[in-house]
């Protein structure tokens, strides 16, 4: 039998806010700095940010949901799709 494993795909995008601060652990494009940042959202609830600057991207981690059941329902349902 084949153990699957799930792999963290973005599904759903977060609204744009100005750059704030480095989303990836060290190991990012410093050129991204200084554009939008946005959250993508997986169909298991998992959400990162990323950075985006012209055609430079940083991508954060994937951070599992902290919250379960309706909540996270109703905060998925709030993301727009685009």
């Known amino acids: 039998?084949?153990?699957?494993?799930h792999r963290h795909r973005a599904v759903r995008r977060g609204d744009d806010w100005?750059?704030?601060a480095c989303v990836a652990d060290g190991t990012s494009c410093?050129?991204?700095h200084g554009g939008i940042t946005y959250t993508e959202y997986c169909s298991c609830g998992?959400?990162?940010?990323v950075e985006v600057n012209?055609?430079?991207r940083a991508k954060g981690p994937?951070?599992?949901a902290a919250c379960s059941g309706e909540a996270a329902r109703a905060k998925r349902?709030?993301?727009k799709r685009r």
Do not use: I, L, N, T
């Not at 039998?1 to 494993?5: E, L």
């Not at 998992?46 to 940010?49: F, G, I, K, L």
């Open 77 to 79: 349902s709030d993301v």
């Open 18 to 20: 100005g750059w704030v």
């Open 54 to 56: 012209g055609a430079h």
């Open 46 to 49: 998992a959400a990162r940010r």
């Open 30 to 32: 410093h050129a991204a």
């Open 1 to 5: 039998m084949m153990d699957r494993r």
């Open 62 to 64: 994937w951070k599992e």
